[in-house]
T-cell receptor
Framework: SQQGEEDPQALSIQEGENATMNCSYKTSINNLQWYRQNSGRGLVHLILIRSNEREKHSGRLRVTLDTSKKSSSLLITASRAADTASYFCATPDLSGSRLTFGEGTQLTVNP | GAGVSQSPSNKVTEKGKDVELRCDPISGHTALYWYRQSLGQGLEFLIYFQGNSAPDKSGLPSDRFSAERTGGSVSTLTIQRTQQEDSAVYLC??????????????FGPGTRLTVL
């Protein structure tokens, strides 16, 4: 199974609401990263949280990391229609040669 | 500056034919990655190049898949004798120094491969 598993698989909200997506992973990590993908094409890096960090903010994004539960969450506040995309968490393997991605959460923000 | 570029953006081929997919990483990035994404799925790691080191090919699904990186820059992913299950979006990414534990990976727009 995937190292990173997101839930929910799909989320539909109204503009202005907050969106929360969760990610679980299985092995020890140095950091966890969140990416965004529009229309099934290239991914854009959103935020990286290191294993010794518990929370990190970037604009309207808030990421938490709980290494004891091997889980992370991504919160998008005051969502906009333009936030509609797929969101993936990714964890690097310890050799640093690859990222392992979850299957993603498809977020739809309705205007 | 320019981001990662990939060509072609779309490729339709017949089963059994060979295809070549190209990736131009960001200038100066020493790390280059190939991933594959099947419809509605997450990304599957294929291969990783770091500088002049031997590539990590452990993600290649079969010996029909190969990749090379010439001059430490452009990379070509070759799929021989394509099968329908090879249909996917192939994504390339590059990173400044390699070692995904600390590197942000910058992704290209991908090549959508359809094998008929």
């Amino acid at each position: 199974s995937q190292q990173g598993e997101e839930d929910p698989q799909a989320l539909s909200i109204q503009e202005g609401e907050n969106a929360t997506m969760n990610c679980s992973y299985k092995t020890s990590i140095n950091n966890l990263q969140w990416y965004r993908q529009n229309s099934g094409r290239g991914l854009v890096h959103l935020i990286l949280i290191r294993s010794n960090e518990r929370e990190k903010h970037s604009g309207r994004l808030r990421v938490t990391l709980d290494t004891s539960k091997k889980s992370s969450s991504l919160l998008i506040t005051a969502s906009r229609a333009a936030d509609t995309a797929s969101y993936f968490c990714a964890t690097p393997d310890l050799s640093g040669s690859r990222l392992t991605f979850g299957e993603g959460t498809q977020l739809t923000v309705n205007p | 500056g320019a981001g990662v570029s990939q060509s072609p953006s779309n490729k339709v081929t017949e089963k059994g034919k060979d295809v070549e997919l190209r990736c131009d990483p960001i200038s100066g990035h020493t790390a280059l990655y190939w991933y594959r994404q099947s419809l509605g799925q997450g990304l599957e790691f294929l291969i990783y190049f770091q500088g002049n080191s031997a590539p990590d090919k452990s993600g290649l699904p079969s010996d029909r898949f190969s990749a090379e990186r010439t001059g430490g820059s452009v990379s070509t992913l070759t799929i021989q004798r394509t099968q329908q299950e090879d249909s996917a979006v192939y994504l390339c990414a590059s990173g400044i120094s390699g070692g995904a534990s600390t590197d942000t990976q910058y992704f290209g727009p991908g090549t959508r491969l359809t094998v008929l």
